[in-house]
């Protein structure tokens, strides 16, 4: 009963005739009213919305709480809402936001304005026992303001819950009824026409397992090209890094499939799309290695000592320079001929359907059985690599390894609606932790040889040089020994990966699933 | 949670009138905010237009728990709540008596709201008894109101030999000056004269004003009624130097 109470007006009752039924009983004095302006903000990828959030501004004031519930979890002052987590005020708020936005940046989904006029119900000592507050929301922006909701709110005063029991008693008789689980943030999201949790980077790809290999895999490459659409138009607009890197990783997944799932397309088709997409990838190396150095630029600080730390400062700077003019190159390059011309062929190449005719060895093939064949073979791989490094500790080979066990989690992710949620699952929790030791390790030495690399070519004034040098000595050296113990761990990771009980598990999963297939 | 006392040996200097506009705007800042009423006059009940009465009387304000608990009132403003005083109240020293460690009754009572609350100010009766020795050992920061006569000087300086002698920490009492009336030379002198003497004098200076007198016909803070008023602006003041004494030194 503590909590307020919401009652859903949109039944046509009116504010006037409400108060004048009440007054008949209660003492009602009317306190204010004015206009509020709320806005909504998400990630592009909804990654507040997938975790039950809702992120608010009301005037001057950030809120933050749960989908469908009214009470706060937390509250700042702010001015502006800040683009990204990193720039919030310090504090729980931003403690509790970071580590779900990360460095995406925050949009600005719907502005609502919400008309608030509040009335006090008074005991005889004219003391406030209830409040009672008409909010009438409207769609913000839009020419024809257009009323999406409007709600009868009851708030309670400690002590004097009476009288909110019994007015509760009133309005329910007068025909109002509580709305319990309406979100004004869904009803906006439904009047806009946007589909909160429609984009996720995550490959989720219905797919029949009898559909033939051909039809399935244009499904799959069809997937990944709708997320490379999605982010190219958006990269130019820079809000932040993942736009990019969401962009790359569909690229990625595409010359991977291209390159796995063999014998569905023409031969030479497949070898024209594979040299297109190894050429679009190129086009943003370097960009993506400067987000990254970036994105790190507060851990790399943390690792100096602080009378190192501000002598760094030249390496960023530079970096800074030299990524808005790999910045302004990629997004220059997404608008060429060549790579617009690759995008349209590859669309009107997806959208050809499947001709049972087609010659190719695995066109026809049930897709299951052609997913179970290739990632099976790919984890023999995988295990061989990584047991001949369990002997040999080469960098060149854990680099190999790191590569292979990227293809292998492709895989699985591409056909994982083929198989069992579950097990899935487990398989890729199980992947990743290798993955993981292995990714590190592979970062570390291309940061090492970066800085190396850097050392020699950082056009600095000999004042700085020194200073800048050393710093980025000392991180080299951090580096380094974080190197170590990561390829200290890798034996052990690798061991939890190869255990008979895993091994068994996939036979389990793709061999004998094969074998009752082909019988 | 931090918790404050409004404390005076002496009648009539302004307890009241600090407490409820110190509490006000306490919650205004968005501090959860409880202002305590243990006076049997209940002028700050009064004065939030609650009705003053407890659960079970002062029995249940002894035995704490549940029914002080529910007898906290929501007051006009946001963040701020009240609990209420009871005519009782008037026989809550003879009661602290009974327990055995009598002195520490009152944390006790007040444990509860801990969690819910950042600031608990509590408005002391006039006298130094069992109560005083509550509130004296259970608050961060006492606050006196000090009216800058000789008589009031006189009274500070019993109480703080009765602290003396009771081990009390005095560096946590603070004083602050109250009713002054800037036509009267003797005020001027004493004032300058006190603060020269006693340690924790806060340099805010609550005039004589009727807008505060007032506070009984509009029963609101005067800082909800005047905003804008010296008076207000006075008591903002005073509000800002506790704030250090309460959440920056401690």
Redesign the interface.
Known sequence: MRNNLKFNLSGGHSERELIRALAQQYTIKKQSDGTERHAFYDTFDWRLFNKSLVLFTSGNRLYLRKLYKNSLIENIDIKVVPVLAKDFPKGRLKDRLLPIINMRALIELVVLSSRLTLY?VLNQ????VARLFFEKIHLSNAGNPKEIAAYLWLKP????LKYSQNLTKRLEESGLTLERNADLLSIAMQVTGQKPGSYSAKLNIPLNPEMPANEATKTILRFLLQIIKTNEVAIEHDRDTEFLHDFRIAIRRTRSALGQIKNVFPQETTERFKRDFAFIGKLSNDLRDQDVYLLNEAAYKSMLPLVLRDDIEPLFDYLKKERSKSFRKVVTSLKTDRYRRIIRDWESFLNVPYHAAATEQNAGLPIIDLASIIIYKQYRRALKSGNRILENTEDEMLHRLRITCKKLRYLIEFFSGLYPRKKIERLIRQLKKLQDNLGDFNDLCVQEEYLLFMAQNLPLTSRQSKNTLVAMGSLIEKLNTKKQIIRKNFPKTFNNFSSPQNQQFFIELFVLKLKKALS | MKTLAIYSNKGGVGKTAAAVNLSYIAAANGMKTLICDLDPQSSATYYFRVKPRIKAGVQGFLKGGKKVYKSVKGTDYENLDLLPADFSHRKLDVSFNRFKRSNNRLKKIIAPFKSEYDLIIFDCPASISTLAENILNTVDCTLVPLIPTPLSVRTHQQLLSFCNKRKFDLGRIYLFFSMVDGRKKVHHDLMTDIAGNFQGVLPVIIPYLSLIEKMGIYREPVAAFAPKSPATRAYGDLWHKLEEVLFFYS
């Open positions: 006090q000592d004219e003391k406030t005063v400690k002590g004097y």
